[in-house]
């Protein structure tokens, strides 16, 4: 799932500008699994924002609403009415989300209330990780199910830096080296020989870095 952080408090009401109604626009699906930017969050923010403008002697007035999912326009026309009656919106929703609101929305200022931070995997509770960069084209059949492209800190495709020390990658001993753990995972399948084949370059193309994407699907088309 996406992973995404509240932005701190203070830049979040820097975003306010000279608008009187604001709404607080939350996501109930990747950023209410990771705390961010659900029903709860976007209660949590209205109050300290209500708070802030109670100290300050303002005369904002905040709105609280959720979403099932920004990044649907059927679920984002629930929330018409309350944008239509707000003079900007902070959305709590990933970047697509916010994306999605703004386009929606045209003459609605929509601001960023989260930092999207990564597709990631929920380690423990408060902890998540980084697992995929969606490059477009999966090596993970030949990695183990652990991906080098996020995981490696170099996105190495054919084995390790040499620089890893205990297992650990040489940017910090925090991080697990990559191909480490594709080194144990394929000896421990008996697979350890296929480590010695040599991966072609990559095709980057279908990643970010050949410009933004799109997926066609002329089958589900109508
Ligand atoms: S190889 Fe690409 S698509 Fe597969 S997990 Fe890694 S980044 Fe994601
Ligand atoms: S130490 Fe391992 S994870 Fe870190 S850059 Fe080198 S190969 Fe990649």
Redesign the pocket.
């Known amino acids: 799932m996406i992973k995404a952080q509240q932005k701190p408090f203070d830049e979040i009401r820097g975003m306010l500008g000279n608008a009187k109604n604001v709404l607080i626009l939350g996501c109930g699906t990747c950023v209410t699994i990771c705390f961010a930017g659900g029903e709860k969050e976007v209660a949590i923010l209205a109050s300290l924002l209500r708070m802030a403008e109670d100290i300050d002697n303002g005369d904002r007035q905040f709105r609280e609403h959720t979403v099932k999912r920004q990044c649907e326009w059927e679920f984002l026309d629930g929330a018409a009415e309350e944008v239509k009656n707000a003079d900007l919106v902070v959305s709590l929703a990933c970047g697509i989300g916010v994306q999605a609101t703004a386009q929606r929305y045209p003459d609605k200022p929509v601001v960023p209330g989260v930092n999207t931070s990564f597709?990631g995997l929920i380690l423990e509770q408060g902890i998540w990780s980084e697992?995929?960069?969606?490059?477009?084209?999966?090596?993970?059949d030949k990695t183990g199910g652990i991906?080098?492209?996020?995981r490696c800190s170099k996105s190495l495709l054919n084995g390790p830096c040499g620089g890893s020390v205990g297992g650990k990658c040489e940017i910090s001993p925090e991080v697990d080296c990559a191909w480490q753990l594709i080194h144990d995972k394929l000896t421990a399948a008996g697979r350890a020989e296929e480590l010695e084949e040599i991966t072609p370059p990559k095709d980057w193309r279908t990643s970010q870095s050949g410009g933004p994407r799109k997926i066609v699907r002329e089958d589900l088309r109508v």
């Open positions: 597709l697992r995929c960069v969606a490059c477009g084209n999966c090596v993970l991906c080098p492209v996020a």
